[in-house]
């Protein structure tokens, strides 16, 4: 059976030509979203810019930034968390969107823990409260119980979202 060691030889040889081998495709493939649940202008939405401006730059793909705020930070991580998981949808958060708002609602459409994978830790910020020295107030404990009694008679700003009235 001479001819048939031949045909299998030449589909053999023909296959290589016809088959290619798998590469992996680099990383990233196309443009990346990242996905900020603030507002724009935050804390959070800046330090995302920044990388994603850093990142377009050294890696020659778009990084851009989506901001879905809304619900505590919930409604831009349940949709990070739907998206398809091929690494070109990033989530940019803080703790509140990841830790406090579930926590705070019932139902959030999501598992912070298992929709996503962390990668890195970017930033650490305290928050603090300061009062004028003149006022009276040298406790939190004594501030809460001046607002109570004076309800509608304290003002306070906040750098993170603007000014308001109690």
Known sequence: MPGRTVSSAAILALSLFLVHPGHAQPYPARPVKIIVPTVAGGTVDVITRLIANDLSSRLGVSFFVDNRSGAGNTLGSREAARSEPDGHTLLMSSASGQVI?????????????????????????????????????RSVAELVAD????????????????????
């Not at 139902?107 to 910020?125: C, N, Q, T």
């Open 101 to 137: 708002s579930p926590l705070v609602y019932k139902a959030i459409d999501y598992d912070p823990v298992r929709s996503f994978e962390p990668i890195g830790l970017v930033a650490e910020g305290s928050i603090i409260l300061v009062v004028n020295p003149l006022q009276r107030w």
């Open 147 to 166: 607002a109570k009694a004076n309800a509608g008679k304290l003002n306070y700003g906040s750098a993170a979202r603007g000014r308001f009235r109690t």
